[in-house]
């Protein structure tokens, strides 16, 4: 299942879309992969890229996947 990374922000001040910002990734424990802003009708307005949780690093074949262990250590596993 494909998970959705666009978020959208809006302010009237670039302060106000800043702690809209910021506010957003600390309630979702997420950061911002990328952004772009620009002004509108007098408010500053963000299109910004999360960074996707589902992103699966695996080998050439697809057969061995990269995973975190429970100690924190990068452990390679296979179907």
């Known amino acids: 299942m494909n998970k959705q990374n ?7 001040s670039m302060r106000g879309l800043y702690d809209s910002m910021e506010g957003w990734q600390l ?13 509108d009708r007098g408010n500053y307005c963000c299109i910004a890229l999360t960074n996707p949780t589902e ?13 975190v262990n429970r100690f924190g250590q990068l452990a390679v596993t296979s179907d």
């Open 55 to 67: 992103v699966v690093l695996t080998s050439p074949d697809g057969h061995h996947h990269a995973a």
């Open 27 to 39: 309630a979702n424990n997420k950061r911002l992969l990328s952004i772009s802003v620009q002004q």
């Open 6 to 12: 666009l978020v959208y922000f809006e302010n009237p």
